[in-house]
């Protein structure tokens, strides 16, 4: 018996058993839907996590920081030598080496001050940290502009985050604006009202700052004034304080030195420049292990956000195979329907499968047309499941969208895997139930069925 005349024989039982096929369908849709939801949520909450991990932690960046010199279970600084702790500072000729490394595509170094007041012409503060790099890599380092560029500076030229146009306020409003707050207790009204003025933001682009530190006496130290050449572009997916509380001031290198001069005097100069760290941003993730090991060889600390994605791997690894398995114990559950099924309907068709024995079928052609009716069954209800996770996809990202007023970045897809691997388990939770009532029809008596029908 050819495989074509087995299903045509199948295909036969199965649309005339309706209510049978119906409800053996729809308990293997339900196991196929649950195993193919569980693959679609899993794979886009960890894409969706992956995206913000990759926004607010880059990972195909590494940070490279001074190595002090000390071994393991070496605690005292004071152990250190001095030549060991001078191996481990990041040079401008480490700079170098690590530009011409392999997959390396760019290299800013980093030095950082502390925080310092900043006023505008127009007599406003407010308090930002003040970070030394190069400004023409900013962009290289995912630091899109949303006003000027900094393609090429001067020394008085600087670059705003956006959180540092906000909430810049000259002296007297931001007093009457305490005292308001002390008046009524700090009472919510006056929290909510104090917020509210730290996020609005000042035109920032192409006017004139200058930074104000104050030394251990009291006395006003005062930098020379410096232009804005551009201001970044608002952050997305964060809310508007937070943006406001990273407040940053991008200054050069060149012009770090021009400020610890009018503002830190005192303080001793190197006459080899050093940096607290560098980034290196790497042509592709997959490289970045390889590119870290050589980094090390510099006599460098290093760091990269690898272990992290890692963990969250594992994580969703797990969460995806406890959903799996829910969606699993359910086509067991349905794969007893179709056992009870299959077992009636082997009952019902004694006089049937007594006639092809008699007709010369032997006991592999019988037990396979029952497999293959199985099987039928299985596609059936992994056709009927693949529906139902597209309509259960749909309404949830229908319910993410009316939740966040029409707009939303976060939304469930169907991963192309997933289709075919619920297909399949729809599918073999047919053929595996229909192995049972398969051997117990092909051991039917032939005349034994015939007389008693």
Not at 66 to 78: H, K, L, T, V
Not at 206 to 221: A, E, F, P, R, S
Not at 426 to 433: C, E, K, L, P
């Amino acid at each position: 018996m050819r495989i074509s005349d087995l299903t045509r024989l199948s295909w036969d039982q199965v649309r005339r058993r309706k209510v049978v096929t119906m409800l053996c369908a729809a308990g293997l849709s339900i196991g196929c839907a649950a195993i193919i939801l569980a693959m679609s949520i899993g794979e886009s909450t960890q894409q969706i996590v992956e995206s913000e991990l990759n926004s607010f932690l880059k990972m195909d960046e590494i940070t490279v920081m001074p190595n002090s010199g000390a071994m393991p279970g070496q605690d005292n600084p004071d152990q250190v030598s001095e030549e060991a702790n001078n191996r481990g500072l990041l040079t401008d000729q480490k700079l170098e080496v690590m530009r011409n490394m392999k997959h390396v595509t760019a290299v800013a170094p980093y030095q950082t001050f502390d925080h310092l007041e900043m006023t505008t012409a127009d007599s406003k503060e407010g308090y930002v940290e003040v970070v030394a790099t190069d400004l023409t890599r900013l962009k290289d380092f995912g630091e899109n502009f949303g006003q000027g560029k900094a393609d090429s500076v001067d020394i008085n030229s600087v670059v705003l985050s956006y959180g540092a146009t906000m909430g810049l306020m000259d002296e007297e409003t931001r007093n009457k604006l305490y005292e308001a707050m002390e008046r009524s207790g700090y009472d919510r009204n006056s929290q909510e009202q104090y917020r509210n003025m730290m996020v609005i933001p000042t035109a920032m682009y192409q006017t004139q700052i200058q930074l104000v530190k104050y030394d251990d006496n009291g006395k006003q130290l005062t930098s020379t004034p410096l232009q804005v050449v551009g201001v970044l572009k608002k952050p997305k997916g964060r809310s508007d304080i937070s943006i406001a509380q990273d407040s940053k001031i991008y200054i050069s290198i060149e012009t770090a030195e021009q400020l610890r001069k009018e503002l830190m005097p005192s303080s001793v100069q190197s006459s080899t420049p050093t940096y607290n760290s560098v980034k290196v941003k790497v042509d592709a993730e997959q490289n970045v292990k390889q590119v870290e090991e050589q980094l090390q060889r510099l006599t460098v600390s290093t760091q990269s956000n690898l272990l992290q994605k890692e963990q969250l791997e594992e994580q969703f690894a797990v969460f995806k195979a406890i959903a799996i398995g829910a969606g699993v114990f359910i086509l067991i559950i349905a794969s007893i329907s179709i056992i009870v099924a299959m077992t009636m309907s082997t009952y019902q068709r004694r006089r049937q499968i007594g006639i092809m024995k008699v007709l010369g079928a032997n006991l592999s052609q019988i037990r396979n047309m029952f497999i293959v009716e199985a099987a039928l069954l299985g596609f059936l209800g992994g056709l009927l499941g693949i529906m139902f996770s597209y309509w259960i996809v749909w309404g949830i990202n229908a319910l993410i969208l009316s939740l966040n007023s029409g707009e939303s970045d976060i939304s469930i897809f169907i991963p192309y895997t997933a289709i075919p691997v619920g297909l399949a388990f729809a599918i073999m939770t047919g053929i595996i139930s229909g192995i049972y009532p398969a051997v117990s029809a092909s051991r039917t008596d032939a005349l034994t069925a015939i007389k008693r029908d």
